[in-house]
């Protein structure tokens, strides 16, 4: 790599795969043959959000001021946000100023952003790589990382960093060559129908399967072609014969421990936890962002409806009850990955409060009712519908199911503040 010019993705990668390594500057400066104040700059902006380069500018008018250039560049930099379009509106809110969110896109483009590694601070999987990641890849393997370390530290597929790094010592390339590959014979809607035919039905062979393809889509394919679009999807193609005895017969299955769990249904499937509001925003059309810590690596976003009931300004650094294995919804653009548990009437309703000395994390549990939270609620079968009915606040405004207590072990009950003999939701 040579001095005095400026350097590609691919070689501010590199410097910090190195960094990532945990080696120093001046072993890294010696390494990649770079001046010191070169490998600490390309680091210093790579840790303020990543930076690593100014992107060129097309001399278009900026439609901010400069002191909202500055707000923005600090809202940027500051807030753990999920999505461009909560960064926006957290902007709008804090300098009132009236932009979309495609020109906070664009203003962040011309202060050197990476915006399309704006959501993540990770290595996504199952995507082409850019020449920055490539770059990171080949840094750690410079610094004598295993090909084992380097995937787990960049969070990618072991096979992938094989390849990247194969491919740089046969010559210094690492992308991809394009593939020119076996054009698809069936359009994109019609393969969207086929993923949905595969998996909401439970046909016998990949013939009868084709069959009902064809009479949805009206697409005229072969049976092949079915069973090759269904494999580069990820389906497999053979039916097992798994829980058929001898001749084909199909032999009666005793009751599973997840079947029983099925027909039990109670709030212990309920994953209820302590949760931190870090961030309140509020969205067009009444509905409310929130960005909670639950106790896990990083925060969930949760969408809500409380703007006419509770002002957004009442829900920063806010303790709540959250309800954390339903399954996710995308609302306007956004995943919402847990529910925020209310006192509920018809004319009011209240957050319900944990007790003194909760913690995020902490687990929400009921005597009486042992056992293991589902991983996921199906919604097909209607468990939170079921058990909502019997959850209530009492006398006291204590949260109960069936009058045992919403209870923090060794902390306390949870609350709600005035409201007694509600219900909750």
Known sequence: MGRGEDLSDFQRGTVVGCHLSKKSVRAIAALLNLPRSTVSNVILQWKRGGITTALPRSGRPHKLKEEDRQVLEKVARESCLPSMKALASEFQSVSGASVSYGTVRRELQAMGFLVS????????????????????????????????????????????????????????????????????????????????????????????????????????????????????????????????????????????????????????????????????????????????????????????????????????????????????????????????LCASSSDKVEILDPPGGAVPGDRIIFQGFPGEPDKELNPKKKVWEQIQADLRTDGQFVATYKGAAFEVAGKGVCKAKTMSNSEIK
């Open 117 to 340: 590694t704006y959501k993540t601070k990770g290595m996504g999987r199952g995507e082409e790589l850019s020449d920055f990641q490539r770059g990171t890849v080949v840094g750690c393997h410079l610094c004598n990382k295993s090909v084992r370390e380097i995937a787990a530290l960049l969070n990618l597929p072991r096979s992938t960093v094989s390849s990247v790094i194969l491919k740089w010592k046969r010559g210094g390339i690492t992308t991809a060559l394009p593939r020119s590959g076996r054009p698809h014979k069936l359009k994109e809607e019609d393969r969207q129908a086929l993923e949905k035919v595969a998996l909401e039905t439970r046909l016998p062979s990949i013939k009868a399967l084709a069959s009902e393809f064809q009479s949805v889509s009206g697409a005229s394919v072969s049976f092949r072609t079915v069973r090759r679009e269904l494999q580069t999807m990820g389906f497999r193609g053979r039916v097992s014969k798994y829980g058929k005895g001898k001749g084909g017969k199909k032999v009666e299955k005793k009751p599973t421990a997840s079947s029983q769990q099925d027909a039990m249904v109670d709030v212990s499937r309920l994953d209820l936890r302590v949760g931190h509001i870090i961030t309140a925003l509020q969205l067009p059309d009444s509905d409310n962002l929130y960005v909670v810590d639950v106790g896990e690596v990083s925060p969930r976003t949760v969408i809500g409806k409380l703007a006419k009931h509770i002002p957004v300004d009442q829900m920063q650094n806010r303790m709540v009850v959250l309800l954390c294995n339903l399954r996710p919804v995308t609302v306007r653009g956004m995943v919402s990955t847990a529910m925020v």
